[in-house]
């Protein structure tokens, strides 16, 4: 699986962002796409995942409510929604791809590369 992220950028606290995550080379069906970040001094983190085949989702306690992952079948792209940015939210996000529970435990089967989230006034 080839994963594309893309979607990154600075933008002021309060802001919004859409991160995308294109895969390509194999179906989806039957697993999971999550997101990650990593901020500068401090270890890569769990953010939101997705269950291809029912849609089922899970976030990171700190994003509930303000981010929101969706897929489209068609463009086989898992897209981030960010609403309310904070400086805290500043990262390098990552997408991948694996099994719903290997995800969960930060061990997909395959990574994208990432795309920078700056959020700063």
């Known amino acids: 699986v080839q994963l594309q992220a893309s979607g990154g950028g600075l933008v002021q606290p309060g802001g919004s962002l859409r991160l995308s995550c294109a895969a390509s080379?194999?179906?989806?069906?039957?697993?999971?796409v999550g997101w990650f970040r990593q901020a500068p001094g401090k270890e890569r983190e769990f953010v939101s995942v997705i269950n291809w085949s029912d849609r089922s989702t899970y976030y990171k306690d700190s994003v509930k409510g303000r981010f929101t992952i969706s897929r489209d079948n068609a463009k086989n792209t898992v897209y981030l929604q960010m609403h309310n940015l904070k400086v805290e939210d500043t990262a390098v996000y990552y997408c991948?791809?694996?099994?719903?529970?290997?995800?969960?435990?930060?061990?997909?089967?395959?990574w994208g590369q990432g795309t920078q989230v700056t959020v700063s006034s």
């Open positions: 991948s791809v694996g099994k719903w529970r290997a995800v969960l435990a930060r061990s997909p089967d395959y």
């Open positions: 080379g194999r179906t989806l069906t039957g697993y999971a």
